[in-house]
Nanobody
């Protein structure tokens, strides 16, 4: 019912920055919250940031202070600003949205941090 499309991934050197975007097919006001997850080959998908309908945010310690989640409700778009990137940040990053018991996922965008 909700389509999500990520963009903005790529190759960046350690210490560099990227901004990921997630375009949604319906108003973000209709959702309970949105988030960014990542998954490296052979690893579990892990949460990197969440933003709730009221605007509060949540980050794990691994990215706190380096990543910032935000949204532009007028454009139905979610963002993830990633600064001071490390090689261990390399993964496919996925956009997530939820409404009640429903969860929606984008197709993912590759982020590679390497010298």
């Amino acid at each position: 019912q909700v389509q999500l499309v990520e963009s903005g991934g790529g190759l960046v050197q350690p210490g560099g920055s990227l901004r990921l975007s997630c375009a949604g097919s319906r108003s973000l006001f209709s959702l309970d919250g949105m988030g960014w997850y990542r998954q490296a080959p052979g690893n579990q998908r892990e949460l990197v940031a969440r933003i709730f309908s009221g605007g509060s945010t949540n980050y794990p310690d691994s990215v706190k202070g380096r990543f910032t989640i935000s949204r532009d409700t007028a454009k139905n778009t979610l963002y993830l600003q990633m600064d001071s990137l490390k090689p261990e940040d390399t993964a496919v990053y996925y956009c997530n949205a939820w409404f009640g018991s429903y969860n929606y996922w984008g197709q993912g965008t590759q982020v590679t941090v390497s010298s």
